[in-house]
């Protein structure tokens, strides 16, 4: 009696937050020019793991002001450039599907698409309901810093949902976000108003694992179990591109990473210096 192999199980259905077939998941990172090798390690890590099309790009303050989309003074709290940009990635997105914002400080160390099935499963009832009743999804972190000072010196500040915004994943086209994330109120809202999400009710936001905002010196691996592994990790207080965090907590993945980035910067460059080499020869040739 011949017994014929199973069938190949069904393949999954895809998240309900991926944008429609053929089209990049938009990553907007939050751009410091004090902090550029962090943004490229960031974005490399992004890309390394992803098994979905990713489109990462800087939130940059400078071309934002130069396009009359922010105009708010710097305040004194305020440790990057990015502290309120960040908040206009769903117009950024064009008010349209899911979007990543994400810290430059971050490592990643797993793939974006199971970040979007840990806010809504695929596979789960009524989940394309979920993910356009969910205005935005982050980890819901309870962080007071112990340092009085972060990075190269910055104002270290307390406040309710303290590192909410520093990863957050966005509804764009929700009409909450519409409404209230606009340029206008960007340049020009409290910073309780924007950070503690006040234009949302709390069911709007979504809980993801704190494993994808691990913060460094405050969330800790138990060996003992798997699911307390980083996932993406928050150099929070300041990371090896910054000789004062040379040694922090995890520094060893962050500094193998920007060595891989910097290898391959240079293989590009030798390809592109012996390219220019051949060109010239042939120049030279007539050819």
């Not at 944008?19 to 004090?34: I, K, L």
């Not at 396009?67 to 710097?74: C, N």
């Not at 460094?216 to 090896?240: K, L, M, W």
Request: hydrophobic share 40%; glycine share 6%; net charge negative.
């Amino acid at each position: 009696m011949t017994v014929s192999p199973a069938p190949p199980p069904a393949p999954a259905p895809p998240s309900p937050l991926l944008p429609p077939a053929g089209e990049p998941f938009p990553v907007f990172v939050g751009y410091d020019p004090r902090e550029h090798e962090a943004y490229e390690v960031c974005r490399r890590s992004l890309l390394r793991h992803a098994t979905i099309p990713l489109d990462v790009r800087p939130i940059r303050q400078p071309d934002l002001r130069a396009a009359g989309l922010y105009w708010r003074a710097r305040g004194p709290t305020e440790s990057t450039e990015f502290s309120f940009t960040r908040f206009l990635t769903p117009y950024l997105a064009g008010y349209r599907g899911w979007a990543l914002f994400v810290d430059c400080d971050f490592l990643y160390l797993a793939d974006v698409a199971d970040l979007l099935a840990a806010v809504v499963p695929p596979g789960a009832a009524d989940a394309a309901a979920e993910a356009d009743r969910l205005a935005v999804a982050c980890v819901k972190h309870e962080y007071k810093p112990a340092e009085a000072t972060k990075m190269d010196g910055a104002i270290q500040t307390t406040y309710p949902r303290k590192n909410w915004s520093s990863m957050v994943l966005y509804n764009c086209a929700h009409p909450k976000n519409v409404a209230a994330l606009t340029p206008d109120a960007v340049s020009t809202q409290t910073g309780a108003f924007l950070h503690r999400f006040s234009w949302l009710d709390d069911d709007e936001i979504g809980e993801v694992p704190f494993v994808w905002n691990f913060l460094v010196g405050h969330n800790r691996v138990d060996p003992d179990d798997p699911a307390t592994r980083p996932r993406a990790i928050h150099y929070t207080c300041g990371g090896p591109w910054f000789e004062r965090y040379r040694d922090c907590e995890f520094a060893d993945l962050w500094i193998e990473e920007a060595e891989m980035l910097k290898a391959e910067k240079e293989k590009l460059k030798l390809l592109e210096d012996n390219n220019g080499e051949e060109e010239e020869d042939k120049i030279k040739e007539g050819k």
